[in-house]
C-alpha cells in the first residue's frame, strides 16, 4: 500500500486505539523512509552538480606561497620585509616535532589514519558536544587545506560536501607529510603572520628549532581563531587555549606529566610584532625601491631575498649612536612642553577610551613612549601608555621636566592631568619623562675601498618622516669643503708649511654694497702654516687660499670628488661651504682621501635570491683599479690625509682622538653660519663615515653648538664600534714626496717655487697673500 494511501486510510478511520497505533506506526515509516529517499536524491544531485565544477589541485600540487620580501645585513641580520602576508616556508622535515605533535594533537590527532575525513572524529564531536566534555573540532587537517585553499568560509551543505570531495582528491594527491607542510606554512596565525615559522618570529623572536613546548603549545592554540587566541592581542584567552593543547598532549602521551607541569608553569615573553635584528629602516626602503623598479608587484610576493653589505653591529651603532646624541642636544635646550592635552571623563571606560583614541594620534619612537598625565605634582608624575599599565614617574625622571611641574609654569609648558607626554625607560626600569626632538640628523659609513655601505642611518626617526637625509638633504656644508680646496692648492704649487696671513680680510661683494668680511671663531692669529689653518678652520686663510687658486678652478676640481659644479657657485664663499651637499656624497669624497686618491661608487646590494635560494644577481667582485679611476695623485691625497691627521689629533676635532684613544683618525668639523648645520666627516683604515645635525627647515642649531658639539659625538661613538679589535693604520708615503724642515712636499715643488714660498717676506694684511701671487700667479 502506498504511503499516500495509508495516510488517507489513517485518517477516514473511526478512532480506536489499535487502528490508531497500527497506521501511525506504518505512516511514520513511510514518512521516514521518503525522507531518506529526498535527502539522498539531493545529496546526490548536489554531489553532480559539484563534481564537474572541482577546481584542478595546482596550486597545492605546485604550491607557491606569497612570500614576502626580506632584506638581510652581510652577516645575516634580518633588518626588513615586506608584503602582505609575514610568511616562511619551511621544509616539513625543519619542523621540530613538539610543533607538530602539539598542533595534530588539538586540530587532528588521527590526521596520519583517516582518508581526509575523520568519521570518528566527527562523532567525538558530536558526542562531547551533546554530554559537555571537551570541545573537539570535526574538521580535518586536510579539510582544512581544502577550505584554506580552495574555499570560503561559509557554512552551507554544497561549500562542506565540496570540501569533504576536495579532501579526498588532496589525499590521493599528495602524501601526508606534504599536505601538513602544506598546512603549516600557510595557515593564518594573527598579527598578519603566515605559517609557524614566521609566527615563531613574531612572538617570540626565535627559530621554529628553539621553541619550548610551552611556546609550541601556544602557537598550535591559535589556528581555530586567530584573533581570539592570539597571544599578543588576547594572552589571557591564548593561555586557556594553550593548557587545553597541553592537556591533549598529556591525554594522547604525547609529554609526561612533568614536562605538562613545567610548561604550563613556564612564564612567556609574548612580542606585538616582527621584531628586526638591525635598526635599517632607511635602507630597508632603498632596497626596496630598487626592487620594485625590476620586479613591481612581485617584489612582495616571490620571497625575494636581499643581503645588503651593512654590517650589523655597526648598523646598530650608527642607529645608536644618531638616536642618543640627538636626544642629548634635545635635552641641551630644554623641555618644550606637553605634546597635546585632552579632558579626561569620571567615567571608568569612557576615559579608557579617550585614552586610547588620543594615544593613537601619537605613536611611539623606539624607547619615547606617549602616555597621558592621570596624576600630577612637583614630586609625581602617573601616566598611562597604550599598554593600560599606569606608570610613576619620580626622583630624577622628572629633573628633565621640573619647571613644567611648577604651580606658576607658563601654560605653554606646565604639565597638568589630561597632558600628553613622552616617557622613555633606562636599563633599571625606572621612568623618565622626555620628548621628541625636533632636530635630525643623519650618519653614513662606506667602505673606502669598493664603496660599500657599513651603515645607514637617514634620520631620527623613519617613521615620523619616510625622507632619507644620507641621499637627499641638499645641505650646505661648512668647513668640511676647506680639505678639497686645500687638495686643490697643493696642485698649484701649495704645501702645508705653506704660511698665510691670519688677519681681518675685507672684500667686495657684501650685502646692501657693503664689503664682505669673513671672520674666524676663535679670532686671528697672524702668520700660520695651511697645516695649523685648516686643523684650526681658519675661514680667513681659506678665503685668501681661494682666492689665490682661483675660485673657477677649484669649482672645476671639486668635481674630480663627486660634487657637482652647479650646486657650488665659482665664488669666494665657496670654501667657507656655501654650496649644497648630501652626507652620502660628503662620505664618497672622503673616501678618495681614505684611499689614496681613487673614486669610488657607492653600493649596497650584494646579492639577490629566490626564495628557493637560486641567485638572481650577484654584485661582481670590485674589480683591479686602473688609472681611470684615479680622482688626485696619490702624493696629494697622502699629503692632505696628513692635514686631516692634524685635525683630529690637535685642531677643532681633537676630541675624536680623546675619546677613541687612537692617532690614526683623520677628518674635519664643519659648523655653517648662525650653526644651522653641524658636521664631522673622517675616517680611519678603510672605514670612512659623515654625521650631521640640523632641523629640516633650516634654523640655528644654538649659538653654543658647532659640528664638534653636534656631529663629531655621533662619529665617534660609531667608530668606537667600527674600530674595535682594528689595528692602527699607517701610511707609506708614496713617491715624488719629501719630507723636508718638519713637513711634506711634492718634490718639484722643493725647489725655486717652494723656498719662494716660504721665503715670503710676512708683513701685515695682506702683504703676504700679494707676494704669492707674484710667485704662483692668478
Known amino acids: 500500500m ?146 584554506n585553499f580552495f574555499l570560503t568560509q561559509e557554512k552551507t551543505l554544497t561549500r562542506k560536501l565540496t570540501e569533504v570531495l576536495l579532501s579526498y582528491r588532496i589525499e590521493s594527491a599528495l602524501s601526508k607529510d606534504q599536505i601538513l607542510e602544506l598546512y603549516m606554512n600557510q595557515i593564518y596565525l594573527g598579527q598578519r603572520t603566515y605559517g609557524f615559522s614566521s609566527a615563531a618570529r ?140 585632552v579632558t579626561l571623563p569620571t567615567d571608568a571606560d569612557e576615559r579608557e577610551d579617550v585614552i586610547d583614541q588620543t594615544l593613537a594620534r601619537h605613536p611611539g619612537s623606539d624607547n619615547l613612549i606617549a602616555a597621558v598625565v592621570t596624576e600630577v605634582s612637583a614630586k609625581l608624575v602617573r601616566a598611562e601608555p ?146 695649523r689653518a685648516l686643523a684650526r678652520s681658519k675661514n680667513v686663510v681659506a678665503v685668501r687660499l681661494l682666492q689665490a687658486i682661483s675660485p673657477q678652478y677649484a669649482q672645476d676640481y671639486l668635481q674630480r670628488f663627486g660634487f657637482e659644479a652647479a650646486k657650488h657657485p665659482a665664488n669666494l664663499t665657496m670654501v667657507l661651504g656655501s654650496g649644497s651637499v648630501t652626507p652620502l656624497q660628503m662620505a664618497r669624497a672622503y673616501a678618495v682621501f681614505a684611499n689614496g686618491g681613487f673614486t669610488v661608487t657607492p653600493r649596497l646590494i650584494e646579492k639577490i635570491t629566490d626564495a628557493r635560494g637560486n641567485v638572481l644577481w650577484e654584485a661582481p667582485p670590485p674589480p683591479v683599479r686602473q688609472e681611470n679611476q684615479r680622482a688626485i695623485d696619490p702624493r696629494n691625497a697622502f699629503i692632505i690625509d696628513s692635514m686631516l691627521r692634524e685635525v683630529a689629533s690637535s685642531g677643532t676635532g681633537a676630541a675624536a682622538s680623546q675619546r677613541l684613544g687612537r692617532h690614526d683618525l683623520a677628518g674635519k668639523t664643519g659648523t655653517t653660519s648662525d650653526a644651522v648645520d653641524g658636521w664631522f666627516a673622517g675616517y680611519s683604515g678603510n672605514i670612512v663615515a659623515v654625521s650631521w645635525m640640523g632641523h629640516d627647515q633650516p634654523r640655528s642649531l644654538g649659538a653654543r653648538e658647532f659640528g664638534a658639539t653636534l656631529a663629531l659625538p655621533m662619529w665617534t661613538d660609531y667608530m668606537r664600534q667600527a674600530l674595535s679589535g682594528k689595528p692602527p693604520s699607517e701610511r707609506t708615503p708614496p713617491r715624488g714626496v719629501s719630507y723636508v724642515d718638519g713637513d711634506w712636499y711634492y718634490d718639484e715643488f722643493i725647489g725655486d717655487a717652494g723656498v719662494k714660498a716660504l721665503d715670503v717676506e710676512v708683513s701685515p694684511l695682506d702683504s703676504v697673500f700679494d707676494a704669492i701671487r707674484k710667485v704662483f700667479g692668478d
Open 386 to 531: 597604550a599598554t593600560g599599565d599606569t606608570l610613576e614617574i619620580t626622583g630624577n625622571g622628572l629633573r628633565f621636566a621640573a619647571r613644567a611641574l611648577q604651580p606658576n609654569a607658563r601654560t605653554d609648558i606646565r604639565i597638568r592631568i589630561g597632558s600628553v607626554i613622552r616617557v622613555s625607560q633606562d636599563s633599571k626600569g625606572r621612568w623618565a619623562i622626555a620628548q621628541m626632538p625636533e632636530v635630525d640628523a643623519a650618519f653614513v659609513a662606506l667602505n673606502a675601498e669598493d664603496g660599500s655601505y657599513r651603515a645607514l642611518v637617514g634620520g631620527f626617526d623613519f617613521y615620523r618622516k619616510q625622507f632619507n637625509r644620507v641621499t637627499s638633504a641638499w645641505r650646505q656644508p661648512g668647513s668640511i669643503i676647506k680639505p678639497f680646496v686645500y687638495s686643490a692648492a697643493l696642485e698649484k704649487g701649495f704645501s702645508p708649511a705653506t704660511l698665510m696671513n691670519d688677519a681681518p680680510l675685507s672684500l667686495p661683494g657684501g650685502e646692501n654694497g657693503q664689503p664682505w668680511e669673513p671672520g674666524n671663531d676663535d679670532g686671528y692669529d697672524g702668520p700660520i702654516s695651511l697645516r
Open 202 to 341: 613574531t612572538y617570540f623572536k626565535k627559530r621554529l628549532p628553539e621553541l619550548t613546548l610551552a611556546e609550541a603549545a601556544m602557537l598550535a592554540g591559535i589556528p581555530q581563531n586567530p584573533v581570539k587566541h592570539n597571544p599578543a592581542v588576547n594572552p589571557v584567552r591564548a593561555k586557556a587555549r594553550q593548557e587545553l593543547v597541553l592537556k591533549r598532549m598529556l591525554h594522547l602521551e604525547k609529554i609526561t606529566q612533568a614536562q605538562f607541569d613545567e610548561a604550563i608553569g613556564q612564564p612567556l615573553e609574548i612580542g606585538r610584532s616582527l621584531q628586526f635584528e638591525a635598526h635599517a629602516d632607511h635602507v630597508a626602503e632603498l632596497v626596496r625601491q630598487e626592487l620594485y623598479a625590476q620586479y613591481k608587484e612581485e617584489t612582495y610576493t616571490q620571497g625575494f631575498i636581499v643581503h645588503t653589505t651593512l654590517d650589523k653591529a655597526e648598523q646598530n651603532a650608527a642607529y645608536d649612536s644618531v638616536r642618543r646624541n640627538v636626544l642629548a642636544y634635545d635635552q641641551r635646550h630644554g623641555y618644550r612642553g606637553p605634546e597635546g592635552f
Open 2 to 147: 502506498s504511503f499516500f494511501a495509508t495516510a488517507v486510510r489513517f485518517l477516514a478511520l473511526p478512532f480506536t486505539p489499535a487502528n490508531y497505533r497500527n497506521d501511525l506506526r506504518r505512516t511514520l515509516l513511510a514518512l521516514g523512509a521518503v525522507g531518506a529517499l529526498a535527502m539522498f536524491l539531493l545529496l546526490g544531485a548536489t554531489l553532480l552538480s559539484i563534481l564537474p565544477k572541482l577546481t584542478t589541485l595546482d596550486v597545492v600540487t605546485d604550491y607557491r606561497p606569497k612570500i614576502p620580501l626580506r632584506i638581510y645585513t652581510a652577516d645575516g641580520a634580518l633588518l626588513g620585509e615586506f608584503g602582505e602576508e609575514r610568511r616562511d616556508f619551511t621544509p616539513i622535515q625543519e619542523i621540530p616535532p613538539v610543533l607538530k605533535d602539539a598542533l595534530l594533537a588539538i586540530e587532528d590527532a588521527r590526521f596520519y589514519e583517516h582518508g581526509g575525513v575523520d568519521y570518528r572524529g566527527v562523532a567525538r564531536a558530536i558526542t562531547a558536544g551533546l554530554t559537555g566534555g571537551m570541545r573537539q573540532g570535526a574538521s580535518t587537517i586536510t579539510m582544512q587545506v581544502a577550505r
